[in-house]
């Protein structure tokens, strides 16, 4: 065996939405964070982030979070595995050093389906593929390396309504007939063709039981109406506060914890408790089975 994966000392696998959630809302800081990730990173226990970002915007962060585990982008669209991390899989091709599973068309359907929408609906809009780094750099604040890797797209586009509201149906009604949908982000409208984060999540999990033959309980964490599936597919969701003080309004299905503080600070808060709790169930857990229990 060459693999890179190293059997966490608790079987949890921790699914994490990045911003507004590990990364704070204007900084974009995981600092207040870093304890709990160091105790994750020495117990092993994967972290994955489940992200709108893509890959190449992720290679970047994984660098600076010095972590070697899976990453999935672009609101649930591929699942991307460092490559010998796990056994190769049939379905995957390899990006930059990943295994990428795409759980949707690939980007050039994407712009194909726009561009055809385009022509025949006369609709106005402008997508990351019309526009160079200079021009996404100038609407988001990012650096224009930065804004060159947000448009290394595998398979969704953001967008920029130019156009109506009545235009605007008319958009969404033929792209929903193409077997896309449309999310709203902060800034832009994304085009993408997945069922979101939750499913993206099943898909890991699925891949990480398959590899290990191991069970795993599933952590979640969010801030966002596009992380609602995902927090409520979790075993345990963990509801990261927004800087305005609210929560996002869901209860999972299993259990559910509302962190104090905003952003990394409640991330960390949340998950060095659930740490300490999880291990000490875990050695109970132990020890009673030690003692034939
Ligand atoms: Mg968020």
Known sequence: MHSRFKAPQLPILVFT?????????????????QPALSRLSDLNIPVIPNTSKTLAELETLSKALSTPHPCIVENGSALCIPQDYFAPSPDAAIVHGYQVIRLAPEYTTVVQTLERLRKELGADFRGFHDMDPGEVAAQTGLSTEDAARARQRLCSEPLLWKDSPAAFARFESALKRQGFSLTRGGRYWHVVAQQGKATAMKAM?????????????????????????????????????????????????????????????????????????????????????RHGG
């Open 205 to 289: 999990l699925a891949l990480y039981q398959a590899n290990t033959g191991q069970h795993f309980t599933t952590i979640a964490l969010g801030d966002s109406p596009n992380d609602w599936d995902m927090l409520r597919s979790a075993a345990i969701a963990i509801i990261v506060r927004r800087p305005d003080g609210s929560h996002l309004d869901v209860e999972g299905t299993g259990r559910t914890l509302r962190t104090e503080a905003a952003g990394p600070s409640g991330w960390n808060r949340s998950m060095q408790d659930l740490i300490d709790e999880l291990t000490h169930a875990h050695q109970q857990h132990g020890a009673s089975r």
């Open 17 to 33: 939405d990045l911003d507004g959630t590990l990364l704070d809302h204007d900084n974009y800081s995981f600092v207040a964070a």
